[in-house]
């Protein structure tokens, strides 16, 4: 079985957000630093569509993880 490898414009476009580099350096500046103790998918700027995707794809460790997890920590401010 071939497994995607799913990159941060993939993630954007998939969450129905502006993908290109400019926009999504754009998204996390601006939402940037989210609190320690508020996970991704529980931030006030996802729409409930876009936090239930979020939450599955770290939940069920899905192909969108790794990605989803790379967002997490960069809206976290860790880089």
């Known amino acids: 079985m071939e497994h995607s490898t799913h990159n941060m414009s993939n993630l954007f476009a998939q969450l129905g957000q502006p993908s290109d ?7 996390i500046e601006a939402h940037t630093p989210l609190p320690g103790g508020v996970r991704l998918h529980e931030a006030s700027f996802w729409s ?14 899905a192909d969108w993880a790794e990605v989803a997890d790379d967002l997490n920590t960069q809206l976290h401010g860790r880089h």
Do not use: H, K, M, P
Request: charged share 20%.
């Open 48 to 61: 409930v569509a876009q936090a239930t995707f979020l939450c599955e794809a770290l939940n069920d460790d």
């Open 21 to 27: 580099e400019l926009s999504i350096t754009g998204f």
